[in-house]
């Protein structure tokens, strides 16, 4: 069971595989998270535009429309600040060191293991 203080955590889930994204999107609501799932970096910052900011991104790096790489540049630019944490998914060659050089908090790689995730989450929350 999730601890009380994660239920007030909005994710927001970058992930353009449906069946990932909302894969990750049970797993974390079944954890006590709040979720937010988009396909693209391009709805990501109309939500982040739009909405209250969540409390984590959880981002996929390899996407349609606007990749990671280019969400990356653009929330710094178009996203007022203080930003989320975000937390690289991948199954690409990039690293941690990558991730925390980039200004990621966190990085996880693909295919998922469940708890090294909720493990990434809530450190990445908690720093």
């Known amino acids: 069971?999730?601890?009380?203080?994660?239920?007030?955590?909005?994710?927001?889930?970058?992930?353009?595989?449906?069946?990932?994204?909302?894969?990750l999107s049970v797993l974390l609501r079944r954890h006590g998270y709040r979720v937010a799932p988009v396909a693209n970096g391009e709805e990501a910052l109309s939500y982040l535009r739009d909405r209250h900011p969540p409390d984590l991104?959880?981002?996929?790096?390899?996407?349609?429309?606007?990749?990671?790489?280019?969400?990356?540049?653009?929330?710094?630019?178009?996203?007022?600040?203080?930003l989320p944490p975000v937390v690289i998914t991948t199954g690409t060659i990039l690293s941690r060191e990558w991730a925390r050089a980039h200004g990621c908090a966190g990085f996880i790689r693909k295919p998922i293991e469940v708890d090294a995730l909720l493990e990434e989450i809530a450190r990445c929350l908690d720093g």
Do not use: S, Y
């Open 1 to 23: 069971m999730a601890a009380p203080t994660q239920a007030l955590k909005t994710l927001l889930i970058v992930e353009d595989n449906d069946v990932a994204r909302e894969g």
């Open 57 to 82: 991104i959880l981002l996929d790096m390899l996407m349609p429309v606007l990749d990671g790489w280019h969400f990356l540049e653009r929330l710094r630019q178009e996203v007022a600040t203080p």
